[in-house]
C-alpha cells in the first residue's frame, strides 16, 4: 500500500505554479487494517479553546470579531470594540469550556483540544485544567484566531515559533499537532520545518494519509471535519438544537461502523467550540456520548496524537527520503522501527492495537497572567462563512 501511496503521489498530484492537488487519495484501495484493540472506528473530540486569540482592539487590532458566535451575520467594527461579540468569546473561556471539561472528565473520555497560543496565555486558570488532564492532548491552533491568507511568511514562522514557545511555558510541553484553520500556500512548509509530527488543515478523506509536499520526508495529514462540528449551530439552516446535533453525530458513527464492520475501518473527528457550548447544546452532545459508548471496544476514543503515532508504526511509507530537519524532541519520528505493515492485511491482529505509554507528569512554569504581546500585525479580515 506504501508503494501505491508514492506512485498515486507523484502521478495524480496536479502541480501548478500554485501548487498542487491529489484527489485520487486511496481510490479504489481503501485500507483494510485494524485499529487499536480491533476497533471499527477511531474517535476523537476536538475542543477548540480560541478565545482569547479573535480580532479585538484589545489585543491590537484595528477590527472586531464577527465570525463565529451566536449573532448572525454579524460585520465586524472598524477601530471600536464590539461588547456584544466581547461578551460572547468570553463565556467560551467563562462558562463554555468547563462544560465541556466536566461532560469528558466525568466521562474519563481523552480528546484533543485545538489551542490558541494568545488565548492559552490569557487564561491561566483554563492552562492549569489543561496540565492536570494527563489523558488529553493540547495541539497548536496557531498563534491567532484569524485568516492567515494573506499574512507573509516570516510573520506566519514568527507565529508558528511564538506558539511554540507559549505552550512550553504555560503547559510544560510544547505541542505535536497543528491546525492552522485558516491556512495559505505557506503553512504546511512551515510546520514541517518546526518538526509538528502531523497537521490536521485538510478536510479531504476519512483516514490519516502521507504527503511529499515539503522535502522528501512524509508529513502525516489527519484530516478534521467542519460537518461533524458545532459551528453548524451559528449557519443559517443547520442545526437548530442539540437533538440534531446528536441524531447527525449517531448517524454518521453508525455508518462508519458498517463500513469498519466489513473490513474498512475509519476515523471521526468531532468540532466542539467553547463559546459554542451552551446547555440545550451540550445536551445532545451528551447523549451522542453515552450512545457512543453502547458500541464498547468496537469504537476506539483517542486522541488525534493517538491516531498519528499509530499510523507511523503501521502504516509509514517505505522507500522515501530522509528528513528535512531533525525530529522534534519528544516525537517518534526517528524512522527506526519502521516495518510498517502493509495496510492491504486485515490480518494484522489485535496486537496492532498497543496501547501507547502514558506521558511523565509535567510540572510547568509559573504562568505569567500579563506577558501577553498585544503588537501582533493587523490580519485581514475573514471571509464569511469559512470559519472553523
Known amino acids: 500500500m506504501a508503494e501505491t501511496w508514492l506512485k498515486s503521489y507523484h502521478e495524480n498530484d496536479t502541480k501548478t505554479k500554485y501548487g498542487g492537488r491529489d484527489m485520487v487519495g486511496y481510490g479504489s484501495q481503501t485500507p483494510q487494517f485494524k485499529w487499536p484493540k480491533g476497533a471499527k472506528v477511531a474517535l476523537n473530540f476536538v475542543i477548540n479553546y480560541e478565545e482569547g486569540g479573535e480580532s479585538c482592539l484589545l489585543h491590537g487590532d484595528d477590527k472586531s470579531e464577527k465570525l463565529l458566535s451566536e449573532i448572525v451575520g ?32 466525568k466521562r474519563k473520555m481523552p480528546v484533543t483540544v485545538f489551542a490558541v497560543g494568545m488565548a492559552l496565555e490569557r487564561n491561566p486558570v483554563v492552562c492549569h485544567a489543561l496540565r492536570e488532564q494527563k489523558d488529553w492532548e ?25 506558539t511554540i514557545a507559549i505552550h512550553e511555558r504555560v503547559l510544560g510541553k510544547r505541542p505535536v499537532g497543528f491546525y492552522q484553520g485558516k491556512p495559505n500556500l505557506n503553512t504546511r512548509k512551515l510546520v514541517v520545518e ?7 488543515d485538510s478536510y479531504a478523506d476519512d ?45 454518521h458513527l453508525k455508518y462508519l461502523m458498517e463500513e469498519g464492520r466489513a473490513g474498512y475501518p475509519k476515523m471521526m473527528s468531532v468540532g466542539l467550540h467553547c463559546r459554542l457550548a451552551r446547555p440545550g447544546r451540550v445536551a445532545g452532545l451528551a447523549e451522542f456520548l453515552d450512545f457512543v459508548k453502547s458500541y464498547g471496544k468496537d469504537v476506539w476514543i483517542c486522541t488525534r496524537e493517538e491516531i498519528a503515532d499509530f499510523w507511523k508504526d503501521k502504516h509509514f511509507p517505505k522507500g522515501v527520503g530522509s528528513p528535512i530537519k531533525p525530529p522534534m524532541e519528544g516525537g517518534s519520528e526517528s524512522g527506526e522501527n519502521d516495518e510498517a505493515a502493509s495496510v492491504d492485511s486485515a490480518e494484522e491482529g489485535d496486537e496492532e492495537g498497543a496501547e501507547n505509554t502514558t506521558d511523565e507528569d509535567i510540572v510547568a512554569e509559573p504562568l505569567d497572567a500579563d506577558g501577553v504581546d498585544n503588537n501582533t500585525p493587523d490580519a485581514d479580515e475573514s471571509e464569511e462563512g469559512d470559519v472553523i
Not at 138 to 162: C, F, K, P
Not at 212 to 227: A, D, V
Open 138 to 162: 493540547v495541539a497548536s491552533h496557531g498563534y491567532r484566531w484569524m485568516d492567515y491568507q494573506n499574512i507573509d511568511e516570516e510573520t506566519e514562522r514568527e507565529h508558528i515559533a511564538r
Open 194 to 200: 518546526a518538526g509538528f509530527k502531523y497537521d490536521s
Open 74 to 105: 454579524a460585520q465586524a467594527y472598524d477601530n471600536e470594540r464590539h461588547l456584544n461579540m466581547e461578551t460572547l468569546y468570553d463565556y467560551g473561556a467563562r462558562a463554555g469550556f468547563w462544560r465541556l471539561h466536566r461532560l469528558f472528565t
Open 207 to 251: 483516514l490519516p494519509y502521507w504527503t511529499l509536499e515539503y522535502g522528501e520526508y512524509p508529513h502525516l495529514i489527519i484530516p478534521y471535519t467542519l460537518s461533524e462540528n458545532d459551528m453548524k449551530f451559528t449557519a443559517p439552516n443547520s442545526f437548530a438544537h442539540g437533538g440534531d446535533f446528536c441524531k447527525y453525530l449517531k448517524d
